[in-house]
């Protein structure tokens, strides 16, 4: 099979498991929030954010360091597996401890402090987790169909199990125990095809596979306190309450950054091909960007236009304070999909240290203005200072990429917002004068700017759909 073709089926593997889980997602989503109410639920987010942290040191990007060994050499499975299941389990034994010990310390109420040693448990999950193997091998549609399979699970167990506040321990625990039994699952597809993994403790070896995979560590690290480092300090700083309309934001946000991940996946391994062909590497650059911003910036502008009737829609009028934060995030979605714009070809051109420098900042800014946003501001500071963080890292890059290889992409970018811009304002301002419902003025709105904007941009050539045909025929890179 040719190399397009194995992109295409893996990314149309993964693709479909991401659609399933996002919509499996959403629907948990909405029926928790809407069964616990804002202050329940944001002690299930602050829990979530929190953990969060402690997932990152159980797996330490070893998972990078053993995935490409198992790319290099299939021979290795057997003894990469049986190095890596032991190391992380002792990470994922300390860290749980050091979790009781923090937990029982916290100044937080006996609820949260049972959410948190429940959530906690996931440590273990993230432990038994053998997805590198198949990465490695490039067999996605096994990821793709346990994380489908998963999120299916997931919300038939919270739609039968949660049906008001008193059910937040079901609710915190239900993801656990899902992805415990699907992680355990997919070993048991590993041992089926390649035999039991020896189990190898040696302390030498573990300390190289932690030492190979520390600036990965550093900068999933950096990048989670960029997206949940607020909700962790709302939790500290301010209400139950205040915390619960922040997280329903914010899960917005990320349903909403699926399409943009999607692009990142399918044009990563192309863009890699092409570091070395100048003028065809700043052409799949620009490609790229034209792919980004198709997604990015109408669902960006559509959730910043259309913003109170999807929080009423999705959670009901109790969630309408966060409202004015959904449009914050969505202005934040669109930097972000430039950030992707420009991120991707650094990362598949090896500039890692100077993407991992530039997060990091970004993400000790964050902290910051958290810090500084937060008390006085709330809700609102929060998500200020996400946009300011964000903006930070994509200048950043983008004076990167113009340095080192001397690419911009900016008069795409501009053309895509000036797309977007013409064709959201009418449509609008339209549904606003004739006062629809949230259900019928999604629809109507959704239908309208999507035809408009489709026009519009091909119009303006804000995007080309020959990309489209060309990626779908396994032709791309």
Request: charged share 10%.
């Amino acid at each position: 099979m040719s190399s397009g073709r194995t992109i295409l089926r893996n990314f149309a593997a993964l693709s479909g498991a991401q659609m399933i889980s996002m919509a499996a997602g959403l629907i948990s989503t909405v029926v928790l929030a809407r069964a616990l109410g804002p202050e329940t639920y944001g002690i299930l987010g602050f829990g979530v954010a929190f953990i969060s942290y402690f997932s990152i040191f159980v797996n330490m990007g070893v998972d990078t360091y053993a995935m490409r060994e198992v790319a290099r050499d299939r021979g290795t499975i057997s003894d990469t597996v049986g190095t890596v299941l032991p190391l992380r389990a002792g990470l994922a034994l300390f860290l749980f401890g050091l979790l009781y010990l923090v937990t029982t310390n916290l100044e937080q109420s006996d609820r949260v402090k049972t959410v948190l040693l429940i959530q906690g448990a996931g440590l273990f999950a993230t432990a038994i987790s053998v997805d590198f193997v198949f990465q490695g091998v490039q067999r996605m549609g096994v990821i793709g169909l346990r994380q489908a399979l998963a999120s299916i699970a997931s919300v038939i167990a919270v739609v039968a199990l949660v049906r008001a506040p008193a059910d937040l321990f079901a609710a915190a625990a239900i993801p656990i125990i899902v992805n415990l039994v699907s992680g355990a699952a997919l070993i048991a597809v590993l041992v089926y095809v390649w035999g039991i993994p020896r189990l190898l403790v040696v302390p030498r070896q573990w300390w190289a596979y932690l030492t190979n995979s520390f600036p990965v560590a550093i900068t999933i690290l950096m990048t989670t306190v960029i997206i949940s480092m607020d909700i962790v300090i709302l939790g500290f700083l301010r209400s139950e309450q205040e915390v619960g309309l922040y997280v329903a934001a914010s899960r917005v946000l990320i349903v909403a950054l699926v399409f943009g991940n999607m692009v990142h996946n399918a044009f990563f391994p192309a863009l890699v091909t092409v570091r070395d062909n100048v003028e065809t590497a700043e052409q799949m650059a620009k490609d790229h960007a034209k792919a980004v911003m198709f997604v990015g910036a109408p669902i960006g502008a559509f959730g910043i236009a259309f913003a109170e009737p999807i929080v009423t829609l999705l959670f009901g009028p109790e969630y309408l304070g966060s409202a004015f934060v959904l449009i914050l995030l969505m202005a934040n979605l669109l930097i972000v999909h430039v950030t992707i714009a420009h991120g991707t070809p650094l990362l598949a051109w090896k500039c890692d240290k100077a993407y991992a420098w530039i997060v990091a900042v970004g993400a000790t800014g964050n902290i910051l203005l958290n810090l500084l946003l937060i008390p006085p501001y709330g809700i609102t500071g929060a998500a200020v200072a996400t946009i300011i963080s964000q903006s930070f890292i994509l200048l950043g890059l983008a004076t990167v990429m113009f340095v080192q290889f001397r690419i911009h992409t900016w008069p795409i970018l501009a053309k895509s917002l000036i797309a977007t811009v013409t064709t959201i304002g009418p449509v609008w301002y339209s549904v606003s004068q004739i006062g629809m419902e949230p259900v019928a003025s999604l629809l109507f709105g959704g239908v309208v700017f999507s035809l408009a904007y489709l026009m519009v941009g091909h119009w303006i050539g804000a995007f080309d759909f020959r990309i489209v045909v060309s990626f779908l025929g396994g032709k791309l890179g």
